[in-house]
C-alpha cells in the first residue's frame, strides 16, 4: 500500500479515495503553492500531516505550524506579496486571532496570489462555539467559495489559486468539517512541478501601497470594491453555481454540506422542488438568483448557522419588486447545529408539511450510554489537577484555558470554571482578583497556547500587579490537536530547532515567583501551589509531564512492552482510583470491588501514590 506522500506526488493523472484535508494537499501541489502555513486546530490539521507526510526530498511546498494563526497569516501573506503563492489555514476560531490583519487583506494587491482555508465547524464537534465565519468575507470585501464535497474542494482550491493570482486578490475556501473529514474517489489531473523562481518580487512602487494609512484607505477600499465586483461578474456563470430543474413550482436554494443532505431527502418529496446551488457564497451570483426567484412562486433558502445568504437574497427580492414567497429560518433550532439529512427534513417540513410524507415510525433504538470526553490513561494534567485541588479551599476559583487540560472542569477534578478563548485565563484571573481577599484565584494555561496567546497576559499580571496563581501545564507538544511541535519543544516539522525554555522565559518577563515540578510528584506539586497561593502578587507553577499518549506510542513503535498495574487483595474498596483520581483503567463492578481494564492501562505507575491503602502495584 503506498504512502500518503507518494500517493499525492504521483505524476500522472489517477483516482484515489481519499479525505478532503488531503484532497486539498494535491490541489496545492497541482497548484505550485510555494508556502503553506497553519495553526493546528480540527477540523484542518490533516492538511499539515498530508503536507509533511511529503518525501523532503520532493517536496516542493515551504510548510510550518506558526505560534499562532495570526503569524501564520502575516508569513503567508508576506510570501504572497513577494510573489509567491500562499496558503494559510486554521479552524473557525482560528480566523479570530488572525482577523486583526485578515480584514486588511483584502485592500492589499497580493501578486503571488493568497488562499485561506477556514474550517468552519458547525455542530461544534471540537470548537467552543459554531461561529459563521462567512461574515468575515463580507467585513472584509473577500470572496468565499464553498464546496460540497472534498471532490469539489479540490476543483474549487485551484480556481481560488487562479482566481487569487490573476486578480491580486485573497480568496477564501470554506470548509466546514464533514467536508473536511469526508472521504470520497477523486478524479486527479497530472502533476508537473515546476523549478522554482525565487526572484523575490515585492515592489510597493509597482502594487503598493502596503501602509494603509488615512490618505491611502479610501483608494484601496475602491479598489478592494472594483475586484470584489468584477469577481462577482466573473463568476456569474461558474460551474460551481447549479441547477437541478425538477420542472416544480417550489424552490430551494442552498450551498456546501447542506446541498448534500438535501438530494438525500428530494427522493422523499417526490422531487417536487427545484433547487439552486451556490458555490460561491460570497459576493452572490445576483443575475441568476433574481433569475430563480422569478421563476418560482415560493423558494426555501437551506443554509447552516446564520441567515448569510437569506438577508442578502431577501434584499435582492425587495431591490427588484419580486413577488416570490422567501421562507427562510423559522425558529431557533434552525440556527443551531449541522445540516444532516434528518435535520434538513426537520428543517423543509416546517414550511412545507405537504411536500414531505409522515415520517415511518421505527423501533426504539437502544441508546448507548453517554461517554464523556476524559483525559487518556497516564495524562500529566491528572495527576496534576488530583494534586492541584488538594491544595485549594472550597469556594478558591479557577480559570480554565484551551487545551487537553480543559477537561479538569468535568468531575471528579471540577477545575476551570470559566473559559473565553486560547490564552484568556490570566486576564480573566486578573480582573477575578480585582477587590478579592477571600477568595484565592488560580488559572491554567498549556505550553502550546502559552506561546500562541497566554504572554500578552503574562506581562500584563506583571505589569499592572495583578495577584494571582498562574500553573502551566506543560507537556512538551501540541496535544489535542495531534502531538505538533510548539515552540518549547524543541523541534518543528523540519528537525531540530531553539527549544525555548518556559522559566527563563517568565524570568526575563519579571515574574519574580516560579515554581517548577513534574506533575507526577504529586505531594510537591500540592506544596508548590499552596506556596504560590501564599505568594503576594503574580506567581507561576509549572507544572510539567510528557504527554504519555505519545509517549507510549514512541515506545511501543522501539518495541518495548509497557507494565501494567494491579489491584492487591489489600483493596478495601474505598473506591478513590475511580471516583477521586478518575483514571479510566480502573473499572468498577457491581460489587463494588475494582479492576484494571489492560487495554487501558499504560502502567505509568502515577496512580499507585492516589491509593490510601496501597492497594495498587505494578503488575509483574
Known amino acids: 500500500m503506498k504512502k500518503l506522500g507518494d500517493v499525492l506526488l504521483q505524476p500522472e493523472p489517477f483516482s484515489e479515495l ?83 490583519s485578515f480584514v486588511q487583506l483584502g485592500l492589499m494587491d497580493i501578486p503571488g496570489g493568497m488562499v485561506i482555508v477556514l474550517g468552519d465547524d458547525p455542530g461544534a464537534n471540537s470548537s467552543q462555539n459554531e461561529q459563521d465565519n462567512r461574515h468575515f468575507g463580507r467585513l472584509s470585501y473577500i470572496p468565499i467559495f464553498e464546496p460540497k464535497d472534498p471532490a469539489e474542494a479540490y476543483k474549487m482550491f485551484k480556481e481560488a489559486v487562479r482566481v487569487s493570482r490573476e486578480k491580486h486578490m485573497p480568496v477564501v475556501l470554506r470548509l466546514t468539517t464533514h467536508v473536511c473529514h469526508a472521504k470520497q474517489k477523486i478524479e486527479f489531473a497530472g502533476l508537473e512541478i515546476k523549478e522554482p523562481d525565487n526572484e523575490p518580487k515585492f515592489s510597493p512602487e509597482k502594487f503598493g501601497p502596503y501602509i494603509p494609512l488615512t ?32 420542472g416544480a413550482d417550489r424552490g430551494i436554494i442552498t450551498a456546501g454540506l447542506p446541498f448534500k443532505s438535501l438530494l438525500e431527502v428530494v427522493p422523499e418529496i417526490e422531487e417536487g422542488v427545484n433547487i439552486l446551488r451556490l458555490g460561491v457564497v460570497h459576493p452572490l451570483p445576483e443575475n441568476l438568483i433574481i433569475k430563480f426567484l422569478k421563476e418560482h412562486g415560493e423558494v426555501k433558502i437551506l443554509e447552516e448557522l446564520d441567515d448569510f445568504i437569506e438577508q442578502k437574497i431577501k434584499a435582492l427580492a425587495y431591490d427588484n419588486n419580486l413577488n416570490t414567497i422567501i421562507e427562510g429560518k423559522v425558529d431557533l433550532d434552525d440556527w443551531i447545529g449541522e445540516y444532516t439529512p434528518d435535520k434538513v427534513r426537520d428543517v423543509l417540513e416546517k414550511n412545507w408539511p405537504d411536500l414531505l410524507p409522515p415520517k415511518e415510525s421505527k423501533k426504539p433504538i437502544h441508546q448507548a450510554i453517554p461517554r464523556p470526553p476524559q483525559m487518556c490513561p497516564g495524562c500529566g494534567h491528572r495527576s496534576g489537577f488530583y494534586a492541584i485541588k488538594k491544595a485549594l479551599a472550597e469556594g478558591d476559583i479557577s480559570v480554565a484555558d484551551i487545551g487537553c487540560h480543559t477537561l479538569g472542569y468535568l468531575p471528579p477534578y471540577s477545575l476551570g470554571q470559566v473559559l473565553l478563548s486560547m490564552g484568556h485565563s490570566s486576564g480573566t484571573a486578573s480582573g477575578l482578583s480585582l477587590f478579592n481577599t477571600s477568595k484565592k484565584v488560580v488559572a491554567f494555561l498549556g505550553d502550546s497556547t502559552l506561546f500562541h496567546a497566554g504572554l500578552p497576559g503574562i506581562i500584563n499580571s506583571v505589569f499592572n500587579q495583578h495577584n494571582f496563581t498562574l500553573i502551566i501545564m506543560e507537556n512538551d507538544t501540541t496535544a489535542m490537536t495531534g502531538h505538533q511541535d510548539n515552540p518549547g519543544s524543541g523541534r518543528n516539522v523540519r528537525g531540530e530547532t531553539k527549544k525555548i525554555a518556559i522559566a527563563p522565559l517568565l524570568e526575563s518577563l519579571g515574574v519574580e515567583k516560579i515554581l517548577e515540578v513534574d506533575t507526577y510528584n504529586q505531594q510537591k506539586l500540592t506544596d508548590y501551589v499552596k506556596e504560590a497561593l501564599d505568594f503576594d502578587g503574580f506567581s507561576v507553577v509549572i507544572a510539567k509531564h510528557p504527554c504519555m499518549l505519545k509517549f507510549s506510542r514512541e515506545q511501543r513503535k522501539k518495541g518495548r512492552i509497557l507494565k501494567k498495574v494491579q489491584i492487591a487483595d489489600k483493596c478495601r474498596e474505598i473506591h478513590a482510583c475511580v471516583s477521586t483520581f478518575g483514571c479510566p483503567s480502573f473499572q468498577l463492578n457491581q460489587d463494588g470491588t475494582v479492576w484494571v481494564h489492560e487495554d487501558l492501562c499504560i502502567g505509568d505507575g502515577s496512580c499507585i501514590q492516589t491509593c490510601p491503602v496501597q492497594a495498587i502495584e505494578i503488575k509483574k
Open 215 to 246: 490618505r491611502s484607505v479610501f483608494e484601496l477600499k475602491k479598489i478592494a470594491l472594483e475586484r470584489l465586483k468584477k469577481f462577482q461578474e466573473d463568476m456569474k456563470d461558474s460551474p460551481f453555481n447549479e441547477i437541478i430543474n425538477n
Open 18 to 100: 481519499l479525505m478532503g484535508n488531503h484532497a486539498l494537499v494535491r490541489a496545492m501541489l497541482e497548484s505550485g503553492v510555494r508556502v503553506a502555513t497553519s495553526y493546528p486546530g480540527s477540523p484542518t490539521p490533516e492538511i499539515g500531516a498530508a503536507i509533511t507526510s511529503l518525501p523532503r526530498e520532493k517536496n516542493p511546498i515551504y510548510f510550518e505550524f506558526s505560534v499562532n494563526e495570526k503569524v501564520a497569516l502575516e508569513v503567508a501573506f508576506g510570501a504572497a506579496v513577494n510573489g509567491h503563492t500562499s496558503c494559510v489555514f486554521f479552524k473557525s476560531v482560528g480566523l479570530n486571532v488572525a482577523s486583526d
